[in-house]
């Protein structure tokens, strides 16, 4: 099976850096996903990691560690558009995507 | 210039009914999938699909099933809806890859589905 962990809930203070993890044991790895998704609308594609290490992307990054089954995601000089939830997905087999439940993060002045 | 759409955005009819959900991608992916976002925001995969193979997840009723006329859709039709069915279902495309390549897949705006 598949089980995929992250926080349901997190609140940070605008300009101010947040870590969310996300731990993962699944049959099958083939890269590990994060998306956003704001309330009412589609998840958008955010980052991809597939070997360890720290992908930088602006003001998102993304780390993972395969030996571990652990990733984050750490959003910086955070800005009110930035709340939304954060969805971490793994990739096993070809094609699929298995999700975890999703963090949502909440931005306040 | 939409990359993946869906129709209708807001379905909402009695149950035991059969409905369908469209969807389209002009991005020229190969793989097309449907997604299911219960209450609770929980993604999860119903179906993935390609020219060659479909997958589908053992936990899904039988009363759903996917039909592909071409490479560009990948609608979804629902017999004999039932009150838990009410959820968003999302389709989504990628193009296939072996890594690093990432097969980012592109997601639609949702089907609001409310059973009554």
């Known amino acids: 099976g598949q089980n995929i962990d992250q926080p349901t809930e997190m609140t940070a203070t605008e300009g101010a850096i947040v870590q969310i993890n996300c731990t993962y044991q699944t049959s099958g790895f083939n890269g590990l996903f994060w998306y956003q998704q704001h309330a009412g609308e589609a998840p958008t594609f955010l980052s991809y990691?597939?070997?360890?290490g720290l992908e930088e992307k602006g003001r998102f990054s993304s780390f993972l560690s395969r030996s571990k089954g652990y990733s984050y995601l750490l959003l910086k000089e955070l800005q009110m558009k930035d709340s939304a939830s954060y969805l971490c997905a793994v990739k096993t087999g070809a094609n699929n995507l298995f999700f975890g439940t999703g963090t949502r993060l909440t931005v306040i002045p | 210039d939409t990359a993946v759409s869906q129709t209708p955005k807001y379905l909402v009819t009695q149950m035991g009914n059969d409905k369908s959900i469209k969807c389209e991608q002009n991005?020229?992916?190969?793989?097309m999938y449907w997604y299911k976002q219960d209450s609770k925001k929980f993604l999860k995969i119903m179906f993935s699909?390609?020219?060659?193979?479909?997958?589908i997840n053992e936990t899904v009723p039988n009363r759903f099933s996917p039909k592909s006329p071409d490479k560009a859709h990948l609608n979804l039709h629902i017999n004999s809806l039932e009150l838990g069915d009410s959820a968003v279902y999302f389709c989504a495309s990628s193009q296939a890859g072996a890594p690093p390549s990432n097969n980012e897949q592109f997601f639609g705006p949702g089907t609001r589905l409310t059973v009554l």
């Open positions: 991005l020229g992916h190969d793989t």
């Open positions: 990691n597939v070997l360890d």
């Open positions: 699909y390609n020219n060659k193979e479909l997958i």
